[in-house]
């Protein structure tokens, strides 16, 4: 008898082994699923979000969105489409808060309150605690993945949003290797096809903010086409805007989701 191997899984996600086993939020329960289907004339912001835990559900609080029938969540483990709200479907999160949000929660609210968009689709994939070499070996299947998704369910990605340094800076990563993992994560999700816009955010903060992967992150910025300068969340300090040295509070959560808001509105 003659076997046919199958076709790799176009929406395959690769787990972190440091984020203890647990893996992204997949589980929809509790979320309202919504319909995805496009509207024609609507001005949609598709956003696939990625990093590290200030990109995850990670933040403190119960954040309820005021453009909240306006605001989605792409689930890249199953492709629906929910209501975003709390903790975020797709990346994982932080198993130490009773009440957790994510930072791009706000962000996509704000986009809306400032009529920037008709409709925000957020995308999230990102793993906690990571390092970018992590992203470069294999995690960047999970950005492709999203995008994947994204195009199923007939969206074109509006950009994709980069958070990510914070682990790679208390670790000691250095200026030249974080700039190789980070343009080969950009290279290898555009050899899939993905040509979408790519925000860098200055993310960095680990108790104080790393020069050399803020170095690197210019550096890439300035190394790609298409690749562009995201907000400095680094400006956001302990204990102001963190309740440890590195994790979003409310106010910190809030504050980065303005800069993002600046940052995007900017340039849609």
């Avoid at 589980?27 to 949609?44: C, H, I, L, S």
Wanted: glycine share 10%.
């Amino acid at each position: 008898m003659r076997f046919i191997a199958s076709a790799p899984d176009p929406f395959a996600m690769p787990e972190s082994s440091n984020t203890a086993g647990r893996g992204g939020n997949w589980n929809p329960t509790g979320k309202t699923v919504v319909d995805p289907r496009p509207v024609p004339g609507e001005n949609a912001g598709v956003f696939i979000v990625w990093g590290q835990s200030s990109a995850t559900n990670a933040a403190a609080g119960t954040y309820v969105p005021t453009n909240a029938a306006h605001l989605f969540n792409l689930n890249p483990y199953d492709g629906g489409i929910y209501r975003a709200s709390g903790s975020l479907l797709g990346c994982d999160y932080a198993d130490n808060l009773t009440n957790v949000d994510n930072m791009f929660t706000r962000a996509g609210d704000k986009l809306l309150t400032d009529d920037v968009f008709d409709r925000v689709i957020l995308a999230p994939c990102g793993m906690g605690g990571t390092f970018i070499a992590q992203w470069e070996a294999s995690l960047y299947q999970r950005i492709i993945a999203t995008w994947k998704r994204c195009l199923a369910q007939g969206y074109d990605v509006t950009a994709i949003l980069q958070q990510h340094g914070e682990w790679d800076n208390n670790f000691g990563t250095t200026q030249a290797a974080y700039r190789a993992s980070g343009n080969a994560v950009i290279a290898k999700v555009r050899a899939a096809g993905c040509s979408a816009p790519w925000f860098i955010a200055k993310s960095t903060y680990y108790s104080n903010p790393g020069a050399a992967i803020r170095a690197a992150i210019d550096q890439i910025v300035s190394d790609t086409a298409n690749v562009f300068a995201g907000p400095d969340t680094d400006v956001i300090l302990t204990p102001a805007g963190r309740y440890d040295a590195v994790h979003w509070n409310a106010t910190g959560a809030d504050q980065a989701a303005g800069l993002w808001r600046d940052v995007l509105a900017g340039d849609f």
